[in-house]
């Protein structure tokens, strides 16, 4: 029997502005981020993964979780900010792995990125599919799981993933990853489960009893809990608020109180909720289930000591073998076979300089669309 439970939340976006008391420009009470990582810690959350997404994002979450040796980050491009990667994308690319490389000690995802359909004011499904593309194989070369986004947007995740995961990933950098905040069907979760990848559940992923359904059929060695806090709190109009017997007090932003928690602001240790609302849906022990879990999410991520040289030493020789630019529209690898890639893609270059191959293919990610292009 497990005596204390320890948590990892997966997915926490710790930089937005309401963790120092700001709201919509507003300012409604001191900063207690600290407090807030207090509550968390004590509620037994062992490390919690700073969500990122875009570039500047990915420095601002670096930057925080250098401050506590128990948070570590994600770095990439949210779907909805994939634009962002214009006028340059090249660049910005080359931005991201660069950020990554070098903070290899806190830096432990590639991500938040993917797809999402239901926002596409935001940006294009085309453009977020281009970029998406160009960020997979991003994850294969610095050798990271993905942290994963998707909304009304699974067949087209599943599709891009399953030709990422042949094109890109081996046995020796197998695909890997979770799709966080969870909410798709049983046929969703068996296609995602057949890449390999895990299932992050949160308040989002418990709203229905359609929700709850799938959950039932969600392997537990597959599962992983987030709080996506400031976002995505459990609710008493959720499906599975019934089954929360960990409740705290809450108090308006503008009545704050350092004992109570904001009321309408999730934070990372209301976790347990979510463990609470698992565990009762498949009938299981919270104890037991919380160590499975923080076992799932240990073998997925790799949390190195707060120390660039405890960095393990076959990633970094395989980094360094080569380097990679960004440039132009496909990715060919040096002296090796042509692997075609998506609109926004790299030529990798041995360290003499040399280029392979002359003759360059751009290929759609999704609708595998080739045409030659001429340098």
Known sequence: MVSVRKFIDIGANLTDKVFRGLYRGRQHHEDDFQIVLSRAFNAGIDKIIVTSG???????GLALTRTDERLYATAGCHPTRCQEFEPNPEQYLSNLRDLILRNRDKIVAVGECGLDYDREEFCPAAIQREHFAAQLRLASEVDL??????????????KILAMAKEM???????LRGVVHTFDGTLSDA???LALGLYLGLNGCS??????????????VDRILLETDA?????????AGYKYISTHHPTRKSDRWDASC??????????????????????????????????????KLFYFPANNPDAMDDE???RLQEHEVFVNCQTEVEPNGPFVPMTDACMYSTEKDGTLFPDDLIHVDPLTLTRRRLEL
């Open 54 to 60: 875009s570039l500047s994002d990915s420095e601002d």
């Open 145 to 158: 799981p993905l942290f994963l986004h998707c909304r009304a947007a699974h067949d087209d995740l599943v």
């Open 168 to 174: 890109h990933f081996n046995g020796h950098r197998p």
């Open 190 to 192: 068996e296609r995602i």
């Open 206 to 219: 418990l709203k229905t009893e359609e929700n709850l359904q799938v959950l039932k059929s969600i392997p």
């Open 230 to 238: 400031p976002w995505c709190e459990i609710r008493p109009t959720h």
């Open 261 to 298: 928690m904001v009321k309408g602001r999730n934070e990372p240790a209301n976790i347990v909720q979510v463990l609470e609302v698992v565990a009762a849906v498949k009938s299981l022990p919270a104890d037991e289930l919380a160590e499975q879990i923080f076992q799932n999410t240990m």
């Open 315 to 317: 990633k970094t020789a």
